[in-house]
């Protein structure tokens, strides 16, 4: 089953705020990747990481891989109605061929 | 560069009914997958190729095949398609093990 937990589900954000979403396992993962998902389209990658306490930056959007490599947060700094859909962690431990993904978190932004 | 594309966009089915979905991708990738997206669910693994010529069972194979036709194209089978397989199917692919996945469009499945 799904190894990865995601948190918040959900954010309802005002424009202009900062937001934060981080990812947990209880499992060592070697690949961190953050995705955002819109309406009918398919994920879009954001970010990869691929090493311990990478702290990596994509415009407004900065993500780290954990020390311990159970985890990993992105942050979006001064969000804006575009930044609106569903954002996905996903990693791949060691060894192992496939990505799995955590649930998703839904983020809505009011202008 | 079309990247991933997934054919065909739309289908509905009837219970019983067989049916293939197509994926190719033009960026010379080893690696490619097949996922299902359900509501409150996130994405599962159905199957994977890690390279040509190899296929692997994800977290809920059951009910589908799947063929790695060559680099670019891996297909995804319903012999008898279900209700509960009425779903969003999305196809990826990457370079390798532990790179990042480029995604298709996806293809929504309605199983009647």
């Known amino acids: 089953g799904q190894q990865l937990n995601q948190s918040p589900q959900s954010m309802f954000i005002q424009e202009g705020e900062d937001v934060s979403m981080n990812c947990t396992s209880s499992?060592?993962?070697?690949?961190w990747l953050w995705y955002k998902q819109e309406p009918g389209e398919g994920p879009v990658l954001l970010i990869a990481?691929?090493?311990a306490g990478e702290l990596t930056s994509n415009g407004r959007l900065t993500a780290q891989f954990g020390i311990t490599r159970k985890d990993s947060f992105l942050n979006i700094s001064a969000s804006i109605p575009s930044d609106v859909g569903i954002y996905f962690c996903a990693g791949t431990r060691w060894g192992q061929g496939n990505l799995i993904f955590g649930k998703g978190t839904k983020l809505s932004v009011k202008p | 560069n079309a990247g991933v594309t997934q054919t065909p966009k739309f289908q509905v089915l009837k219970t019983g009914q067989s049916m293939t979905l197509q994926c190719a991708q033009d960026?010379?990738?080893?690696?490619m997958y097949w996922y299902r997206q359900d509501p409150g669910m996130g994405l599962r693994l159905i199957y994977y190729?890690?390279?040509?010529?190899?296929?692997d069972k994800g977290e809920v194979p059951n009910g589908y095949n799947v063929s790695r036709l060559n680099k670019r194209e891996f297909s995804l089978r319903l012999e008898s398609a279900a209700p509960s397989q009425t779903s969003v199917y999305f196809c990826?692919?990457?370079?390798?093990?532990?790179?990042?996945?480029?995604f298709g469009q996806g293809t929504r499945l309605t199983v009647v």
């Open positions: 960026m010379n990738h080893n690696s």
């Open positions: 190729s890690a390279s040509e010529g190899t296929t």
């Open positions: 499992s060592i993962f070697n690949t």
């Open positions: 990826a692919s990457s370079e390798g093990r532990n790179t990042e996945a480029f």
């Open positions: 990481l691929y090493k």
